[in-house]
């Protein structure tokens, strides 16, 4: 297994449009995370799903934002009219209870 | 309000003397936690956990300690090594499998 991966990488994008990211969790882990991480802070919590439930949503997660994980494998991150406070590290984390959490590489937003 | 606190945000050792990075935490309700180790351009990779019942964990050069009287863990790394040059992050959860709530980090730079 070659851990979490998330696509894209990087992305650049203007103000007012939609952006998608994806994550691959590894492959037995049941729980998926989504977190955001701005310059000089640690990762602050987005939402997370068991299998295809999303059982918890932050408050940092507003309307624009919807997250879907359709058959408890990958979850895709949506962000819709996009603004230059949404500009941030977007990381997803996958486990197996009662293991830790582990890390993707995480996707680079930047709104114009 | 900040629940898991780092208020160190650098550290500089000297190659093969002995790294402690601190942390405190807020929420009794904590009794899982964790240190993650970040490069830039990646995503944080777990490095060691303690739960509540215990108060002390080694793995290596990693020791974390855990004094919940204080609630305040520690990271002590030994030898240090130029390659543990990184950013830590200290995490809790409650319950053992709630999302991750993380510190800002403390910026560890080893000196050969």
């Known amino acids: 297994d070659t851990g979490v991966s998330q696509n894209p990488r990087h992305k650049i994008t203007k103000r007012g449009q939609n952006v998608t990211f994806r994550c691959d969790p590894i492959?037995?882990?049941?729980?998926l995370y989504w977190y955001r991480q701005t310059l000089g802070q640690g990762p602050e919590f987005l939402t997370y799903?068991?299998?295809?439930?999303?059982?918890?949503k932050s408050r940092l997660l507003s309307d624009r934002f919807s997250a879907e994980r359709p058959k408890g494998s990958f979850s895709t991150l949506e962000i819709q009219r996009t603004e230059q406070g949404d500009s941030a590290m977007y990381l997803c984390?996958?486990?197996?209870?009662?293991?830790?959490?582990?890390f993707g590489p995480g996707t680079r937003l930047t709104v114009l | 309000d900040q629940q898991v606190k780092q208020n160190s945000p650098s550290l500089s050792v000297q190659e093969g003397r002995i790294s402690i990075l601190n942390c405190d935490y807020t929420?009794?309700?904590?009794?899982?936690f964790l240190w993650y180790k970040k490069y830039p351009a990646e995503g944080p990779t777990f490095l060691i956990s303690?739960?509540?019942?215990?108060d002390k964990n080694e793995d290596g050069r990693f020791t974390v300690f855990l004094n919940k009287s204080a609630k305040h863990l520690s990271l002590h790394i030994v030898p240090s090594q130029p390659g543990d040059s990184a950013v830590y992050f200290c995490?809790?959860?409650?319950?053992?499998?709630?999302?991750?709530?993380f510190g800002k980090g403390t910026r560890l730079s080893v000196i050969a």
């Open positions: 995490a809790a959860s409650a319950a053992g499998n709630t999302p991750l709530v």
């Open positions: 492959s037995e882990h049941n729980r």
């Open positions: 984390a996958s486990s197996l209870p009662p293991d830790p959490e582990y």
């Open positions: 799903f068991q299998n295809e439930a999303q059982l918890e």
């Open positions: 303690i739960s509540s019942i215990k």
């Open positions: 929420n009794s309700m904590f009794d899982y």
